[in-house]
C-alpha cells in the first residue's frame, strides 16, 4: 500500500507541473489565436488523437495486462516494427485522402499539409516510444516515466507560446516544439527501458499476440475518440471550424478544471488494479477514486464558472462569448466523467476485453444519437446539451455492467457534502448577479471564500486524501492544531 502511495505522489505532484503549463498556455493561445486558427489545432489533436489511440493506446493496455513470454528485449523490437510499419501506412493513407477529406470537412483543406506534417511527426514516433514506456509501466516504474511526460507536454504545449510572441509563429510552433519533444522522449525512454530501438532479433510471435490483444482494445477505444470528438465529427462540417473553435475551447477548459486529477488516478487504475486478485478489492480501489475526484474537482468547476466571463471580457474582450453560453453544460458533462474513467478502467481488467467493447460502444450509440437528436433541435448549441445529459447513461451502463447499483455511484457524486455546497453557492451567485452586477475583485473574494468553505465542509475527507497521498506530516500538523486524531498508518 505504501509503495502505491509514493506512485500516486510521484505522479500527482509531476502533473501539477504539467497542469501549470497546460493552463499557461490555454490561456496564451487564446489570446494570440482566433478561433478558426484554435479550431484547426483541435481538429489536428483530434487526428493526433485517433493516431494515438491505435499506435500506442492499445498496445500499451495490451501489455500491461498480458504476461511477457519469450525474450523481453526480441519482444520489444517485434511489437516495434509492427507499429512502425503501421505507423507508415497511416501516413500515406491520410496523405492519399486528402481530395475525399476536403469534400466531407473543407474547413480544414487550406490547412491540410501543416496537419500532415504535425501528424507524422507524432505517429512516427510513436513506434519508438509506446513500447518503454508499456514496460516501464507494467513494472510500476512511474518516476521514471512522469518527469519525461512532462518535460514533453511543457515543450509542445507552453514553449510554442514564446515562438508566437517572438517570432510571430502560430500553427508552425506547435510542429517545430513537437519534433524536439518526441525526439528527447524517444531517446530518455529507451535508455530507461533498455530498449535496443533497431533490435535485430524480433519476436513476432509474442508480439502478434499482444497485437491481436491490443486491437480489440484499440476497437473498444475508438468509441471514445468518436464521443471526446463529436464537435470536431458532427459540429465542423455542419458549422464550419470557428464553432470547433468555440467547442474545443470550452471544453479544454473543463478539462483542465476536471480532468487532471481524474487522469492521475485513470493512467494508474489499470496497471495497479491489475494487482488486485478480488473484486472486492478493486471496487474499494476505484469508490475512493470517485470520492476524491468528486471531492477535488466540483468546487474547482464552480469556481471557474464564476469566474471565467471577467477573464474572457477582461483578456479576451468577449472573442469566446459564444462559448461562455454553452459553458455550463459542458461543465456539467464533468461530473458523471469523475466516475466514468476510473469504473471504465476496472472493466477493462475484471472483465473480458469484448465486453469493455461492447460498454463503449453502446454508450458511444447513444451519445451520437443524443447529439444529432440535440444538434437537430438546438442547431450548434445543441451538442453542448446533449453532452451534458448523455454521459449518464455511461455511468448507468458501467453499474449494469459491473452488477452495482447507479445510485451507489450517484451518491458518490452527487450527494456529497461538496456538491450540495457547491450547487447552492453557484446558484446563489446566479441569482445574485441578476440584481446586482459584481466586479472582477468582489467575485475572486468570494470565489476564495467558497473554495475554503466547500473543502471543510467535509474535512475528514480531505485529511483522507492527505493521507491517501502519503501527506502524513500535513495531517499531522491539523492533528495537534484541531484534535482530529486521523490514523495515518492506514
Known sequence: ????????????????????????????????????????????????????????????????KTQVEGNENSLKGGITFYILSFSILLIFVFLMGKVFIGRIYP????????????????????????????????????????????????LERAVPVLFMSFFSYKLMAFTVLA??????????????????????????????????????????MSSSFIRDNLHVLIIGPLYGKLWVGYYAWGMQLATLTSQVFVQVFSRLSVSISARYSSFEDRWKLVQNQVIYLSYITTPALTVTLMLIPYVNELFFHGKWNETIIILPFLFARMIPSISTTPIAALLLVDKDVKIYAQFLWAWTIIEVICCLLFVYIGSAHGLAWSLSISAWFGVWLLTYYHNISFFSVLKMLIFSNVFVVSLAFYGLFCLINVFITMN???????????????????????????????????????????????????
Open 107 to 154: 474547413a480544414i483543406i487550406n490547412d491540410y499539409s501543416w496537419i500532415c506534417s504535425f501528424l507524422s511527426i507524432f505517429w512516427i514516433s510513436s513506434a519508438f516510444i509506446v513500447v518503454p514506456t508499456s514496460f516501464l509501466e507494467k513494472n510500476l516504474q512511474y518516476s521514471k516515466i512522469t518527469w519525461v511526460e512532462s518535460l514533453s507536454v511543457v
Open 440 to 490: 472582477l475583485t468582489s467575485t475572486v473574494l468570494t470565489c476564495l471564500f467558497f473554495i475554503g468553505f466547500a473543502y471543510l465542509s467535509d474535512y475528514k475527507l480531505l485529511l483522507g486524501l492527505l493521507n491517501f497521498l502519503g501527506l502524513n506530516s500535513i495531517i499531522t500538523v491539523f492533528n495537534k492544531l484541531f484534535n482530529f486524531n486521523i490514523n495515518t498508518k492506514n
Open 179 to 220: 519534433f524536439i519533444s518526441r525526439f528527447l522522449k524517444l531517446i530518455v525512454l529507451n535508455v530507461y527501458s533498455s530498449s535496443c530501438i533497431f533490435s535485430k532479433k524480433k519476436d513476432f510471435i509474442n508480439a502478434k499476440r499482444i497485437l491481436k490483444e491490443s486491437v480489440w482494445i484499440q476497437f473498444s
Open 1 to 64: 500500500m505504501n509503495n502505491i502511495r509514493k506512485i500516486y505522489f510521484s505522479v500527482f505532484f509531476t502533473n501539477i507541473v504539467t497542469f501549470a503549463s497546460v493552463v499557461f498556455a490555454y490561456f496564451a493561445y487564446s489570446k494570440f489565436l482566433t478561433p478558426s486558427e484554435f479550431g484547426v489545432y483541435s481538429v489536428a489533436l483530434a487526428l493526433n488523437n485517433f493516431g494515438t489511440l491505435f499506435l500506442e493506446t492499445g498496445t500499451r493496455n495490451a501489455i500491461i
